[in-house]
């Protein structure tokens, strides 16, 4: 397959690995380069098995797909998912791929990539004519959201929710003897009488407030069980809200467990 403005403008791109520095080229004229490594089915066109943390790629995890001046990654149905700027992709569905795009491949963000110009020609690239890839915008709608409404929305309400249950399972107070509570209530009944001076008033209430601070007892009561929910509840909110998946997982792809069973 003919890569059009790519091939006439001599641009190369590659796949830069940055826990270890290593650049891999991608091949011109291929219409599919597979990514991950060795094995006795498919060809593997960018291998990362000498990588390290390589042991969380598939065998065969990802291909990108060329058609024209445009690239798509998809995901295999690798056991430990593609990632695209910290975003879950969908399996055996087509992402379009930007310059600068970070590619993740599984959890933790051990094996990234950045989707990059070969080093050496950034220079003179940036002087040649504007391909299509140049010209996405990084707001594109065909781009990977960063966080969409639903999860934005789902995240607000958990952590919400969590708030009013560990609001509603806390109890706390202070503990003062009776001598304390008599002197604040003997101080009040002097400052409401006109015929004693009311100096008096603010004295008693002055000595119930200093034994409130040097004998009160503050207690607190906590519902261990809602505490851990509430908890849970307000930081997986959080991650929804801040980057649209908990622990590696989205709204979609909870969805998409539940309608497999």
Avoid: C
């Avoid at 060809?43 to 060329?66: F, K, Q, Y």
């Avoid at 700027?85 to 930007?98: G, S």
């Avoid at 990977?144 to 706390?172: H, P, Y």
């Avoid at 601070?213 to 929804?240: D, E, P």
């Amino acid at each position: 397959m003919q890569l059009g403005t790519l091939q006439i403008t001599g641009l190369a791109l590659e796949l830069f690995h940055i826990q270890s520095n290593t650049s891999f080229e991608i091949p011109q004229n291929y219409p599919v380069i597979r990514i991950g490594k060795p094995n006795e089915q498919f060809p593997i066109d960018i291998d990362v098995a000498d990588l390290p943390s390589a042991d969380i790629v598939s065998r065969v995890h990802a291909e990108i797909i060329v058609e024209g001046n445009t690239y798509y990654l998809i995901d295999i149905g690798s056991s430990n998912g593609t990632f695209v700027n910290d975003n879950k992709l969908e399996a055996h569905t087509r992402y379009p791929l930007n310059l600068g795009d970070r590619i993740d491949l599984g959890n933790d963000n051990k094996v990234t990539f950045i989707f990059q110009y070969k080093q050496h020609q950034q220079t003179a690239i940036a002087t040649t004519q504007a391909t299509t890839i140049q010209h996405q915008n990084v707001n594109n709608s065909q781009q990977v959201q960063l966080v969409d409404g639903k999860s934005k929305f789902v995240g607000l309400a958990s952590m919400v929710i969590g708030v009013l249950i560990f609001a509603a399972n806390t109890r706390i107070g202070i503990g003062v003897g009776i001598s304390t509570i008599l002197l604040l209530i003997g101080g009040v009944v002097i400052l409401l009488q006109r015929r004693i001076n009311r100096n008096w008033g603010w004295g008693l209430i002055g000595l119930g407030v200093a034994l409130i601070v040097f004998y009160g007892r503050l207690f607190a009561s906590f519902n261990l069980l809602a505490i851990l929910t509430a908890a849970s509840l307000i930081f997986a909110g959080y991650k929804l809200f801040k980057t649209g998946k908990v622990f590696g997982y989205g709204l979609s792809s909870v969805k998409g467990l539940f309608k497999k069973q």
